[in-house]
């Protein structure tokens, strides 16, 4: 089985899902579009995972990649059924790709927080085993507005109504971070634009208060990432058996 990763920035990868990959012997192709990379033939690969990234979704003027990746997120994921996570702008880009709306947040969220379980990510979808509330790390100004009816919520926050949601039986969205690792704080913070929404939101020092915060959680988070994987490990059976 190949995967498809793709990235639209140097410090915005896997993290420890690729330490998950390596331990199952899984292979995974990476393309990065922010340096020019392009998006491959789709066909030989049964799983896409697309990371975040400090580009907007509407931003195609600055980013004209946005809509060939637009594309082949739809193509995958409408035409071919085949598996998709997307983290962050990955679960906003699947929104729009599929028919929703993603908008600028009221409220934007940086910072470790807690979302909780809709009534349907209690009973399906990637969050079982998880705990109805638990931790992530959240690092966005920007959020999923809208969705089409073939979609279900799976989690929540008080300022962000579509934390997580589901695509059909396959395709799935995170707008939080669980594939944090110790190095993921201080790299985010070299990026401008994180710096800045990092400062704006949690004040002076900032960097130094989250990287504790990080790491007092980091066990339940990476725990909890852990969990996620496994649970998508059913879909992906079924499409290497087609």
Known sequence: MKILVIQHLPVEHPGIFRDLLRRDGLIWDTVELDRGDQIPPLESYAFM???????????????????????????????????????????QL???AIGGRVGVSLSPEVGVMTVEKTAS??????????????????????????????????AQSENCRVQAFQYRDHA????????????????????PAYAQALEKMMG???????????????????SNAEIIYQNLQPTLCEQIAL
């Open 204 to 222: 002076a020092n900032a960097l130094g208060r989250l990287q504790t915060d990080v790491c007092a959680k980091l066990p339940s988070i990476n």
């Open 94 to 96: 699947l929104a729009e």
């Open 49 to 91: 995972l697309v990371m975040g990234g400090p580009q907007d979704v509407w931003q195609e003027d600055q980013h004209p990649w946005l809509i060939t990746e637009k594309a082949a997120i739809r193509r995958f994921v409408v035409d071919m059924r085949r598996p998709y996570l997307g983290i962050c702008l990955g679960h």
């Open 121 to 154: 990510g209690r009973t399906q979808g990637i969050l079982e085993g998880l705990e109805d509330r638990f931790t992530v790390l959240q690092w966005h100004s920007a959020g999923v507005q809208a969705l089409p009816p073939d979609t279900r919520i799976l």
């Open 172 to 191: 799935f969205g995170l707008q939080f971070h669980i594939e944090i690792t110790d190095r993921t704080v201080p790299e985010w913070a070299a990026v």
